[in-house]
């Protein structure tokens, strides 16, 4: 086969990696990059190229007014494309070439413990099947790792950088919204406390994406507390991520439908 040639599923799982590092490390020298190149039997700097061909079709640096390479090819185009309609199937799908690529079972690659699944609809709705399950924790994992990798880390409210106390936080609930499930700017990265009280609408993000903060917490006691964790927030910009802002509709949403003025 004619190694110029990129497959189908190799811009698949390019573009996989593209959703979970950061735009600044689209590059030859980064270890996820080389890494993937070497399952591919391609060249980092290939690689690296066919990243910067995704990142000129991403809308919001075409808004920063970054192109990315010229006539990124309709493969490229039609992958993004399809990832963009059809997030839950194209990372799930991106997943198994991937651990077909390493040789292993997709399970064995996806056993976090922080991915944060409503236990009541799994055992509800899908009893005993382990594949659907299995696609659920998969494409959760991915999911958390898409979003704390594109929030630097740290949360959107506080700046607390520690991973193991960070949230890949649903603005549209995921068991209210199944096509939006695995969007990525469905998801804000959100430490434990400040994802709680988002999901309960304590706290809500406007369409300018300032943190609001709910009359409903001054009922706190320690009025220390109150300020330290929620009321010094009030009124500020959240910390962006690199790619995927939050979307402006579902802010709306939350902030209409579940955050408590």
């Excluded at 079972?105 to 055992?123: A, G, M, R, Y």
């Excluded at 927030?233 to 995927?244: A, G, T, V």
Aim: hydrophobic share 40%; with cysteine.
């Amino acid at each position: 086969m004619d190694r110029d040639l990129w497959t189908r599923e190799e811009f698949m799982v390019v573009m996989n990696l593209y959703t979970k590092i950061p735009y600044g490390q689209f590059s030859a020298t980064n270890s996820e990059v080389k890494k993937l190149a070497v399952l591919l039997n391609r060249k980092p700097g290939a690689v690296a190229y066919k990243l910067v061909h995704f990142s000129g079709l991403d809308p919001y640096h075409k808004s920063r007014g970054i192109k990315g390479l010229a006539n990124p090819g309709k493969n490229a185009i039609k992958i993004y494309n399809e990832f963009q309609a059809n997030w839950v199937e194209m990372i799930y799908e991106s997943e198994i070439l991937l651990a077909n690529l390493q040789k292993g079972e997709i399970e064995d690659f996806h056993n976090e413990t922080t991915v944060k699944i409503d236990k009541d609809i799994l055992l509800g709705k899908f009893g005993e099947d382990k594949q659907a399950l299995t696609k659920i924790r998969v494409n959760q994992s991915v999911f958390r790792k898409i979003i704390v990798n594109n929030y630097f880390r740290s949360c959107a409210i506080c700046g607390l950088n520690i991973p193991d106390l960070l949230i890949a936080s649903h603005i549209l609930k995921w068991s209210e919204n199944k096509d939006e499930r695995l969007n990525p700017t469905n998801g804000i990265c959100l430490c434990n406390i400040h994802d709680k009280a988002f999901e309960n609408g304590y706290m809500g993000i406007d369409s300018s994406y300032k943190v609001s903060i709910s009359s409903r917490l001054e009922l706190i006691k320690d009025k220390e507390t109150y300020i330290a964790l929620f009321k010094r927030h009030e009124n500020n910009s959240i910390h962006l991520p690199d790619k995927y802002f939050p979307n402006i509709d579902f802010l709306g949403s939350h902030f209409t439908n579940v955050f408590v003025r």
